[in-house]
């Protein structure tokens, strides 16, 4: 379930500014989705003018797109640190985020947590009060119908298997696995929720990434604001 919102120059902007923190000998987490797309592009046109840098990537997606941008790959057992981890989000408030709808978020999470420094990318649409976007939560195949049962059960979330767009059947992630996005309202104590998501067996990783940014920059008409943490 990929949110939409935000104009591309918007996120163009975000990503371009993101990707100005790179520096010579850099390790960098490459992340998922539209407005991260932009800072791969960017990093990719600084290679090529020359800056040195390995890139991780998160998903297939990010990983041809590297390629494409001529960006050497690495990969996160073949490094001692993770200097730089640039992504994207559904929704952010403060320093908390909910990530997932391209999929990728298990992946995403151990590249982000890995990283000395982990710098978001967004556009207005995605910044909030209150978390409020279903959260996706990656399950094993065959646990996606107790798992259902079970966030209904012991943390009160409605949760939908989410179904592909171009194919019959559910969305598969790069891991093999199926994807539950699951709807709270307001998640008031998104720590607590991540404590609680995790507890279920059969949940492979879920969508709530608490107090892993430093940094938001969220693109805009005019240029692009700076959120520090």
């Known amino acids: 379930m990929k949110t939409t919102g935000g104009s591309d120059d918007a996120k163009r902007r975000a990503g371009e500014r993101a990707a100005e923190e790179a520096t010579d000998g850099m390790v960098v987490g490459l992340g998922t989705g539209?407005?991260?797309?932009?800072a791969i592009r960017a990093l990719g046109r600084a290679v090529d003018s020359g800056l040195d840098i390995r890139g991780i990537p998160t998903s297939f997606q990010s990983r041809q797109l590297a390629i494409e941008a001529g960006i050497p790959l690495t990969a996160l057992d073949e490094v001692e640190t993770v200097h730089l981890a640039i992504d994207g989000t559904d929704q952010f408030a403060g320093r908390h985020l909910i990530k997932g709808g391209g999929a990728a978020h298990t992946r995403e999470k151990l590249v982000d947590s890995a990283a000395e420094r982990f710098v978001v990318v967004a556009d207005p649409s995605k910044q909030a009060e209150v978390l409020d976007h279903p959260v996706p939560v990656e399950v094993l195949p065959d646990a996606w119908t107790v798992v259902t049962e079970e966030i209904a059960a012991k943390v009160g979330?409605?949760?939908t298997l989410r179904e592909a767009e171009r194919k019959d059947g559910p969305v598969v992630t790069d891991n093999g696995n199926l994807v539950l996005d699951c709807d709270f309202d307001e998640v008031?104590?998104?720590?607590?929720l991540?404590?609680?998501?995790?507890?279920?067996p059969g949940v492979v990783e879920h969508g709530l990434f608490i107090n892993l940014v430093d940094t938001v920059y969220v693109g805009t008409d005019d240029g692009v604001e700076e959120h520090q943490f």
């Open 157 to 159: 979330g409605e949760a």
């Open 188 to 192: 008031r104590d998104p720590a607590m």
């Open 194 to 200: 991540a404590l609680d998501l995790a507890a279920i």
């Open 34 to 38: 539209s407005t991260t797309a932009h």
